[in-house]
């Protein structure tokens, strides 16, 4: 009911401390299964100095703007492109669907279809219905990664573009993104990389001297790029990341906003209405941080992610589902349904509806959360 008279600060405030006490939260260390963490403390602090910016209407906040320009020139960069053409936007779902928006309407095709792989996020499957686009799955090969033949196989006049995963929500994996780029330059059609996730450790991860492909600007065949920083870039929801190489894509989704007190814009977003303080936020962690400070976090997530995927295997009756390739590890058991469900009853925030539960070493999750962790699940797997 909403009411009559109003009621002090305290007491509200008390009211909701109690409302969500039964919260999971992510200092408790208890979340392990999401890509999501609390907030470094200096983007806390700049989401609260400009709480009031509205990306939605640049031209009141022309600053901000520019900042949100620098900060998508910075990911560029880190994405191996000079000048990339994007936004900061709600979320990696967000990005990819802008993504297919745009090669959906410079494909000019009717009955448009992308190809991605089995292991794509959920969020193309609202692209695909949003939009009209057909979704064409590509089958996984052993390792998880996208089976570039099938990919190639799949292509037809209606395709739009392909979709490359740069850590898989559920496994981390980076798919073969080289082979793909070549394909779809062979093919003239556009490649979208989905690196909601790796895009924040990737590249820091490979500055440390771990194998992995390329995944970015640098190949010629990939347009466009989901890097979110409300992921391993340690800003607070929301901050998603949609860069593209050309400004030809941008374009071909911006729609005229007539009204804006800040005078007429063309707009590219979804959102209308959306927070500048999460643009600086975004523009003022990579400041702060640098490519040295991220990675460190990335430094110390892969060894925890090592040094627990070993330990999972000296559990009789716990597999891994494939070695990690970033900073998650998978992992099945025998009574997959009872361990999750004594997992969650023990209160640790993990799911299992894949199959197999994953355990994303965010920078949340220290080692004592860990030994916790695995002292529970030894428990259960003899019980
Ligand atoms: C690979 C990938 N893409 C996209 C998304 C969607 O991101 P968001 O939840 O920020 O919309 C996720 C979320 O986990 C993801 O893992």
């Known amino acids: 009911m909403f009411p009559e008279r109003g009621a002090g600060e305290e007491e509200v405030l008390s009211e909701l401390r109690r409302k969500t006490a039964e919260d999971l939260t992510f200092d408790s260390g208890r979340i392990l299964g999401s890509m999501c963490t609390y907030p470094h403390p200096f983007a806390i602090k700049i989401i609260t100095e400009f709480i009031d910016r509205n990306l939605g209407d640049p031209g009141l906040h022309v600053g901000s703007r520019k900042v949100e320009e620098e900060a998508i020139e910075m990911l560029s960069s880190l994405l191996g492109l000079e000048r990339g053409y994007g936004h900061i936007v709600s979320g990696g779902t967000e990005a990819n669907i802008l993504a297919v928006r745009a090669f959906r309407n410079l494909a000019d095709v009717e009955k448009p279809e992308l190809i991605l792989p089995k292991s794509a996020h959920f969020s193309f499957i609202k692209a695909g219905e949003m939009l009209g686009v057909k979704l064409v799955w590509a089958e996984l090969n052993e390792d998880y990664t996208v089976n570039v033949r099938d990919v190639e196989e799949k292509i037809t006049d209606n395709t739009i573009g392909i979709v490359g995963i740069a850590g898989t929500t559920g496994l981390g994996v980076v798919d073969d993104i080289p082979a793909l780029s070549d394909v779809a330059l062979d093919y003239g059609l556009p490649l979208h990389v989905d690196a909601a996730f790796g895009g924040f450790v990737i590249p820091f991860a490979k ?105 999972l295997k000296k559990i009789p009756g716990v597999y891994l589902i494939r070695e990690p390739v970033l900073n998650i590890v998978s992992f099945g058991t025998e009574n997959l349904e009872r361990v999750e469900e004594e997992l969650k009853r023990r209160g640790w925030g993990i799911s299992a509806h894949r199959g197999y539960i994953r355990i994303v070493l965010m920078p949340h999750v220290r080692k004592e959360h860990l030994e916790e962790f695995l002292r529970d699940l030894r428990e259960i797997m003899k019980g």
């Open 207 to 311: 500055g440390l001297g771990y194998e992995l492909p390329d995944f970015d600007f640098r190949l010629k065949g990939v347009k466009s790029i989901t890097i979110d920083p409300h992921k391993m870039g340690m800003v607070p929801i929301p901050a998603g990341g949609i860069i593209f190489r050309e400004k030809k894509y941008i374009d071909a989704i911006s729609v005229l906003a007539p009204y804006l007190a800040g005078g007429r814009i063309w707009q590219a977003t979804i959102t209308g209405t959306r927070p500048g303080a999460n643009a600086l936020a975004v523009w003022a962690m990579i400041k702060h941080l640098g490519f040295e400070g991220y990675k460190e976090i990335v430094r110390k997530a892969m060894e925890l992610s090592r040094w627990f995927a070993g330990e």
